[in-house]
């Protein structure tokens, strides 16, 4: 009997700004909506310990989208994206999910994101709290300037950079394969990819001055932040959470920036109980 | 979602050669197991138009898996991979294919593959006749050789090397579309996997000698060329097929090294009468 | 037919071609590199600097400096510029392949930007059919 997991992969059509895309998403699980979002540079892989754990798509309907130009989510067959600069734009990513949220029928998903991911949670809170019943943001900040290097796209240098440096940005003691992992998926992205993406993290993405308006009676917010993360560091995260009142905030002790596949058994750990919280109250 | 593809992708573990993997496939259709090989570097999507094709999924369970290192199947989580230089052989190729249709329960499927999948098929075709319908092997050559593959894995040279090298592979003619699509695939690998599978494709792929011994009276084989391909050229299979006695060589004009996917109208000009012949049709 | 990058008249039409490509501005935007093109016993140095033609210089002198060169006969250079070029001539990699032209030089930094050399060529295939 050969294992095979419970993890659907789909294709769907989806139209945002006016261009139609085909993008691939995963799922596993019954119950809330948990929409997640990977990071710069990654795709849906990253979420792939939480799509296989029971103990959360037994409460939960996760999903695990590929953005396009991630993964197996193809560049849009319609646009002649080859004759431009991909750069992903907070506008297109705040549309982006919530029409696939709203293409999928799920009922104020529970969002879920990482690095670029958790950036996007504070910006879902602050511009769609009716879309969502709550958002965990992983390595969320208010402001992450000049990290779209241009090494990370640049005709004479390879995939092993990206691969080296997000290897980089987990935790010394997290099990080796998994880091490994991380720097893996990151080095097999398209060269704009990863850049282009950082456009976001590190140019459009900035929420200063803007989280106290922030209600969070009609959006949970939990923020996590991993204690070795150099990039957006547990006291940006602590401070961007500050400025939100009745946010609720921790740091991971021993992990990195991508808690999620570095050590996805000790993330865990603070992960489900604001998994289980939100099933009580939201 | 108004639209879906209705294509199901799932996660498989299989073990090859004492070495656990967690094997991403994707299928759709039901009948005869159509088991779809992708060439080097990219992954099952390079077949998304056969899979999406009813006149095909309604006669076959179309069947494709993203070979370890490729796409969506990472590396072995159980193997010091960081330490070996990624290196795809024969033997590997083989015994995977073996171990995943066994694992699906694919009952003598039909073996389609391009470029390197396409020689594997032959390695197939000879040692286990008994275990598959039929070969349909796209730019498949007898052998091939390259002096040096260190430029395709390289520190100082991007993935746009990779989309570059392709692009004038395939045939002018084809939609610019499916040629960008193409191309987008193969600067999405990771930097070590094409160079390894080139190591499989240009070093260990050698069916010098043994030809003769592959029997077409119980699996039949069918080698399709593109007219363009500057990499595997008509002749060069045609030479091929001529030493394989029942073997049928049809040269696909329009079409260059990139078959599979880079015209999938032309494409299914030339397979469809094939895959109606297998299935008695 | 004159190769369209060996013709005095028609090579400041082609540097402007390909400067304006969208295509080749993104690829070759690092590039500062002096590529050789060689048609039989005729040569030409196209001057990159960063990511911009700065000159098509004809008639280079001998010891004139290139990073890497791209060479072929008359008669491939003829069915490379084609608008629909035959089989094995239909860019670098297929024309290398097959024996058709050859790159001579600092292949690493040739491929690194072949992208952008792939580009140039569409360009100066255009130009050729005008």
Known sequence: MFKIEAITGKYGYLTVHEVEYRV??????????LLCQHTAGGDGRQWRHLLNDEEVTSKYRVVAVDLPYHGKSLPPEAVGWWKEEYKLTKSFFVDFLVEFSHALGLDRPVFIGCSMGGHMALDLALERPDKFRAVIGLESAEFTPG???????HPRISGEFKFANLFESTAPSSPENY?????????????PVFRGDLHYYSVEHNVTGQLQQIDTSRIAVYLLCGEYDFASTPEMCRQAASKIKGAKYKEMKGLGHFPIVENYKLCKKYLMPILEEITKIH | ??????????????????VEYRVYFEEKGSGIPLLCQHSAVTDGQQWRHVLNDGDITSRYRVIVPD???HGKSLPPESVEWWKEEYRLTKSFFKDFILEFSHALGLERPVFLGGCMGGCLGLYLALEHPNKFKAVVGLECVLRSEEASLDFWDHPRISNNFKAAATWSLMAPGSPEKYRRETVWKFSQSAPSVMKGDFHYFFKDHNLTGQTQDIDTSRIPIYLLTGEYDAVVSPEDTRRLAEQIKGARFIEMKGLGHLSLCENPEALKRYLMPILKDIAGV | MKVVFLDSSKVEGLRNAINNDTEFKLAARFMSEDVLLEVDESRCIVKVQDGVVTEIKLNPPSDAYWSFSIKATAESWDKLLQSSPPPFYTGLNAGMMRGNLQIIGNMEVAFAYFWAMNRMLDMMRELQNK
Do not use: C, H, T
């Not at chain 2, 879906?4 to 799932?10: E, L, P």
């Open chain 2, 67 to 69: 070979l370890p290192y």
């Open chain 2, 1 to 18: 979602m108004a639209r879906f593809d209705r294509i199901k992708g799932d996660y498989v573990y299989i073990e090859v050669q004492n």
């Open chain 1, 179 to 191: 880091r490994r992992e991380v720097g893996w998926v990151y080095s097999q992205s398209a060269p």
């Open chain 1, 24 to 33: 691939y998403f995963e799922e596993n699980g019954e119950g809330i909506p």
């Open chain 1, 147 to 153: 990290l779209d290097l241009i090494w990370f796209d």
